[in-house]
């Protein structure tokens, strides 16, 4: 945990979507869509060589972070017309996942059909639908 970083500190939650003993789901300060946040301060800035346990442990959070936030992105957004953003922008030091809705004739070239199509799927293996 790092007393500067904001995404560690999280003083300012506005609504929780979800909540574990690794991460939470809430309403991001600056959007307002799901946010996906460790508590882990995780930096995904700095190279390390992991060690194989800490990659399979990584690998283990990415994918619960990832199932949560496609379960609650389904519900907010009534639907599967939305994307995870893994781009850690405003706040590049925290990992940090957002759940953005996709609209039709976007200028970024998302293709609106197969990202729904690839979103039934992992709701389907998800047993969400």
């Not at 690794?22 to 600056?30: G, H, N, P, W």
């Not at 799901?34 to 995780?42: D, G, Q, S, T």
């Amino acid at each position: 945990m790092s007393k500067e970083c904001e995404l560690c500190i999280l003083d300012r939650i506005n609504h929780v979507f979800y909540n574990c003993d690794d991460f939470i789901i809430l309403a991001c300060d600056s959007c307002n869509v799901p946010m996906v946040v460790p508590y882990e301060h995780i930096d995904p800035t700095v190279i390390t060589m992991p060690t194989m346990e800490e990659t399979i442990k990584m690998k283990d959070l990415k994918s619960r972070m990832s199932a949560e936030l496609y379960k609650v992105a389904y519900e907010f957004f009534d639907g599967p017309e939305f994307y995870i953003d893994t781009k850690e922008n405003k706040i590049p030091n925290h990992m940090h996942w957002h759940a953005r809705p996709i609209k039709e004739g976007s200028t970024c070239g998302v293709n609106l059909k197969k990202i729904t199509n690839n979103n039934l799927r992992k709701l389907k293996q998800l047993g969400i639908l």
